[in-house]
């Protein structure tokens, strides 16, 4: 069972559109004490932490988009009952415990973009609704461009499942794009302070569209 939760979707009544945030849980369960022995030696051992697999180039013909990824990629595709009807919300991800890291994608009927403010306008609806619907609080908020298009991104502190367990706190780094009346929104969740690091840069910065 992956352990990356969907924890929120919003729907603005004004703008039809929605977003969904996720976050990778940083809790993992204790593994059980080997049993007590005269001979045994008890001297706790470090479990490793998971090695991150290198990422590959991912071509998605069906997203329109090529990006890095670690493997194994998961996919996933839900209907989303929207004002404007039934919208099939695309998930292209990477669920590494600690971290993650996830393209959704999804197609509004011709026209609802232009109908609901323009791309600005939609990204930054998406945004806020996405970080509100998980009691997140924006960092940060900056134009972004992917050759030609205009995008936003966003950092947001993301509160732990637990509000005594604040270790488990993570921050998401997010861009959100819209081409034609397709809304794109790429990110990474980790640990506080990683959304800066190599990895996450790195990922974001693969992320391109084929047409």
Do not use: W
Not at 38 to 44: E, K, M, S, V
Not at 155 to 168: G, Q, Y
Request: proline share 8%.
């Amino acid at each position: 069972m992956p352990t990356l939760s969907f924890l929120g979707r919003f729907l603005s009544t004004a703008l039809l559109f929605f977003a969904v945030s996720v976050r990778a849980d940083t809790t993992t369960e204790p593994a059980p004490a080997p049993p007590a022995s005269d001979n045994a030696d008890t001297t706790a051992k470090a479990k490793p932490a998971p090695v991150e697999a290198t990422p590959e180039t991912l071509v998605d013909d069906a997203g329109r988009f090529v990006v890095s990824l670690p493997k194994p990629v998961q996919r996933g595709s839900q209907p989303v009952d929207t004002a404007v009807g039934k919208i099939a919300m695309n998930m292209v991800y990477y669920d590494g415990g600690a971290t993650a890291y996830m393209i959704i994608y999804c197609d509004y009927p011709a026209g609802s973009v232009t109908q609901s403010g323009g791309p600005e306008k939609v990204c930054a609806n998406a945004s806020n609704g996405a970080v509100q619907n998980v009691g997140g609080k924006i960092q940060s908020s900056s134009a972004c461009q992917l050759g030609d298009v205009k995008g936003l991104e966003v950092v947001a502190d993301i509160p732990p499942k637990d509000p005594n367990d604040s270790a488990s706190a993570s921050v998401a780094r997010l861009r959100f794009f819209v081409v034609g009346d397709r809304l794109y929104q790429v990110m990474y969740i980790g640990p506080a302070g990683t959304e800066t690091g190599s990895k996450a840069v790195a990922f974001l910065d693969s992320f391109r569209l084929t047409h």
